[in-house]
T-cell receptor, first 115, second 112 residues
């Protein structure tokens, strides 16, 4: 079965600095995609970035980028120039094997940006 | 702007009550999902639907049922609410496996 591991329950970063949130996964699918979501205290899950396993380059989306290391099965999220509004829970997710539609989520990392 | 709307942000229900959580999406997505979120456990899939009147069990379907009579609407039903169903419930929809899921704002349900 697919498994997603986020080993950092909580992280702190100073405003304007960069931070890396870890995500490792276990899948036997030859082709898969990885998603990162942000959940502010308001509760809504916000899609941030997607990486396909066969994409040649690491995905980037504004201040968000993925450090994708396929051989190590890790897809760490890098947030550059942190802002106070980046304080939130962050989840990575991967499709469930054999399912065209389901995602399985990690347990999340609570990021706090300090002024 | 794409939108997934859940009918309530906060609900308080009594043990044994029948509870309906409604979700509507305006993106013409085939797939819709109900997740439950609890501290330290991440999101766990309760049920999902890939077409009208079609549904599949997720990881934790016990105590829940769902209904999808129209493409845009996916309802989660707690037949007889129990205190261990106190949780945050998130509805989502997606077009395909490799496109992002869009989430509603969540419903925080408390069963007393």
């Amino acid at each position: 079965a697919q498994k997603i591991t986020q080993t950092q329950p909580g992280m702190f970063v100073q405003e304007k600095e960069a931070v890396t949130l870890d995500c490792t996964y276990d899948t036997s699918d030859p082709s898969y995609g990885l998603f990162w979501y942000k959940q502010p205290s308001s509760g809504e899950m916000i899609f941030l970035i997607y990486q396909g396993s066969y994409d040649q380059q690491n995905a980037t989306e504004g201040r968000y980028s993925l450090n994708f290391q396929k051989a190590r099965k890790s897809a760490n999220l890098v947030i550059s120039a942190s802002q106070l509004g980046d304080s939130a829970m962050y989840f990575c997710a991967i499709p469930v094997r054999g399912s065209a539609r389901q995602l399985t989520f990690g347990s999340g990392t609570q990021l706090t940006v300090l002024p | 702007d794409v939108k997934v709307t859940q009918s309530s942000r906060y609900l308080v229900k009594r043990t044994g009550e029948k509870v309906f959580l409604e979700c509507v999406q305006d993106m013409d997505h085939e797939n819709m999902f109900w997740y439950r979120q609890d501290p330290g456990l991440g999101l766990r899939l309760i049920y999902f639907s890939y077409d009208v009147k079609m549904k599949e069990k997720g990881d934790i379907p016990e105590g829940y049922s769902v209904s999808r009579e129209k493409k845009e609407r996916f309802s989660l039903i707690l037949e007889s609410a129990s205190t261990n169903q106190t949780s945050m419930y998130l509805c989502a929809s997606s077009l395909t496996q490799n496109t992002e899921a869009f989430f509603g704002q969540g419903t925080r349900l408390t069963v007393v």
